[in-house]
């Protein structure tokens, strides 16, 4: 069958030459082991396609936290599907379900999982999310990744009043030889501002600015995040480029609930999931898609700094069904 067939060539190629198909690979076992394994135990209970087998599979979808709307969405396609070309056979439906899940992440509205640079000075990047997410750690990964690539970076204190938070910011700036500036218990927008100036003195080509992370109170964050993009656009024409939110990928469905949040608050551009090494969760990527609509652009896939990696979906739908396509080839 087409993609299926397409995909089996593309992960050949990637399983072969590509290392970051082999961090989502390692990244996404435990979700794998556990998806795929309930699959082709579905598969060997029933030969032929059954409301019994359909009921079985609503459920192994939900374990993966792939959200309830998004598996009713997908079941009335692949039910629809099966009626259209007359499916019976569960392992043949078993490439028909890669397929549809690759479809429901690209289909719709085309969602860019790259970077918006600027080409006329620093490009802004808000890291926004709650406390206890790893947007500290993300910060300075992504400080590691650009400055890998040749660029000078700049990492900016805005969370403030928060204890430590400020101090620890500077430690993985110096870790990462990341230019920074903060200042603690004062006005976020005033630190952000006298930051961007030095950026700007400095020519440098990524500014990183941490946010406080109380949802607890929307509407005083939301008038914080207003007045930082305030003088963030004010000092630099059409930044901050991106505004990305930091979810940690175990918290599950919770995670689904922040992004809501935070939409409702600030203008998302951008999610970056983190710990999906750690959890059984993967098909949150799935879920984010479909609930909030927002482009998945970075995952974290391990402790080291190395180990956030830009979202691909074929890396992503490879991680997670790997051995099911190593099977069929």
Same mark, same amino acid.
């Given at each position: ?34 998806? @795929?394994?309930?699959?082709? +135990? ?25 959200? @309830? ?16 070309? &007359? ?9 028909? +379900? ?19 640079? &600027?080409?006329?000075?620093? /490009? ?6 709650? &406390?206890? @997410? ?54 976020? %927008? $005033?630190?952000?501002?006298?930051? !961007? @100036? ?21 509407? &005083? ?10 003088? +963030? $656009?004010?000092?630099?024409?059409? %930044? ?6 930091? +979810?940690?990928?175990? /918290? ?6 922040? %992004? ?26 799935? %879920? ?12 974290? !896939? ?28």
């Amino acid at each position: 069958m087409g993609l299926f067939d397409k995909f089996k060539k593309v992960f050949a190629k990637k399983g072969e030459n590509k290392e970051d198909a082999v961090v989502y690979e390692k990244g996404l076992e435990k979700t794998r082991k556990e998806f @795929v394994n309930e699959l082709s +135990i579905l598969g060997h209970k029933y030969t032929k396609v059954s409301e019994e087998y359909f009921d079985e599979l609503e459920n192994i979808l939900i374990m993966a936290d792939i959200g @309830v709307n998004t598996v009713m969405t997908f079941l009335d396609r692949l039910k629809s599907r099966v009626k259209k070309e &007359n499916i019976t056979d569960t392992k043949y439906l078993q490439e028909v +379900i890669v397929d549809e899940l690759f479809i429901i992440y690209v289909s719709g509205e085309s969602l860019s999982d790259k970077i918006n640079m &600027n080409p006329n000075g620093p /490009t802004v990047i808000l890291m926004v999310g709650v &406390n206890g @997410v790893g947007k500290t750690t993300t910060i300075a990964k992504l400080a590691y990744k650009y400055k890998k690539e040749g660029k000078s970076v700049m990492m900016i204190a805005g969370d403030t009043f928060r204890a430590g938070a400020v101090p620890q910011l500077k430690e993985w700036a110096e870790k990462t030889g990341s230019l920074f500036y903060g200042k603690e218990n004062t006005d976020p %927008a $005033g630190v952000i501002y006298d930051g !961007l @100036v030095k950026a700007k003195e400095e020519n440098v080509d990524i500014v990183l600015v941490d946010t406080a992370g109380r949802l607890q109170n929307k509407v &005083n964050l939301m008038k914080e995040l207003e007045k930082i993009n305030k003088v +963030i $656009g004010t000092h630099i024409k059409g %930044a901050p480029q991106e505004t990305l939110l930091v +979810i940690d990928a175990s /918290t599950g469905q919770n995670g689904i609930l922040q %992004a809501e949040s935070f939409k409702e608050i600030t203008n998302i551009t951008g999610i970056v999931l983190t710990k999906l090494d750690g959890t059984a969760k993967g098909g949150i990527v799935l %879920a984010i898609k479909e609930s909030v609509n927002i482009p998945v652009k970075f995952i974290g !896939l391990g402790e080291k700094m190395e180990d956030l990696k830009p979202f691909d979906i074929e890396n992503y739908i490879y991680g997670l069904f790997k051995d099911m396509i190593d099977d069929g080839k």
